[in-house]
């Protein structure tokens, strides 16, 4: 009976949430979606607290479907076993867990952009050449998943921090650190240089020539040569 409680419980908020929640206009980066609150992300499941109602609406098929998968799994568990037929109650709840996990992994995906840069990676390797450079304006953590990805080595303008920190100070250790003196030669060289960024006007090419190359998930891909020559 508890769980049924439980059950019935989730699917009136979840109920709730789908009727507070605005499906968001197509095409809609779920970034400007979102709030940002970068103090919590340290927290497990801290970008929950991202949440809007018109993000929420990015969610709506996955919000359902926990919601009923919820409702009818704790409700025909109740049912079965009070008809005495355990094992079936038991296969409900079961067939109920499916339908979470696909619901979530469906989550995932459409959040993924948030904690990826995949579809940044994809874009940049359209148009890697040997000798390109890749910069991250940030931690490099922040675009870890852009090396993944491409396979490339980044450059970082950031003072060596972080998981670096240690390599880093090393005599062999490679050149990945930049300042905005070192970037500012790159960028008016002859070399092409991609920079990673998180704003859409990043301070450090205030002033210069840049061409942004893609966006995806509050994240932005610049480079000081236009690509489309």
Known sequence: ?????????????????????????????????????PDEYNLSLGHILDLTPKALGAFRGPLLGVSLGLLLGTGLNWILR????????NTALSAMM??????VHSSFITFSPILSSYNLAQAVRKQFRLGDVIVVD??????????????????????????LWYGAKFPDA??????????????????????????????????VRSFPLARSGGKFIFTNQDLRE
């Not at 499916?98 to 619901?103: E, H, K, Q, R, S």
């Open 1 to 37: 009976m508890g769980l049924l409680a439980f059950g019935v419980l989730a699917f009136v908020a979840g109920s709730i949430l789908l009727v507070v929640s605005h499906r968001p206009a197509p095409g809609a980066d779920l970034a400007d979606l979102l709030t940002k609150n």
């Open 82 to 89: 009070k008809r005495g037929r355990p094992f079936a109650g």
């Open 98 to 103: 499916v339908v979470l996990l696909a619901c």
């Open 138 to 163: 940030g931690e490099y953590h922040e675009a870890a998943t852009l090396n993944f990805y491409t396979g490339i080595q980044l450059h970082v303008l950031h003072e060596p921090s972080g998981n």
């Open 174 to 207: 490679p050149h990945i650190f930049e300042t905005p003196e070192s970037l500012a030669v790159l960028w008016n060289g002859p070399g092409r240089v991609f920079l990673w960024a998180d704003q859409e006007n990043p301070k450090e090419l205030k002033g």
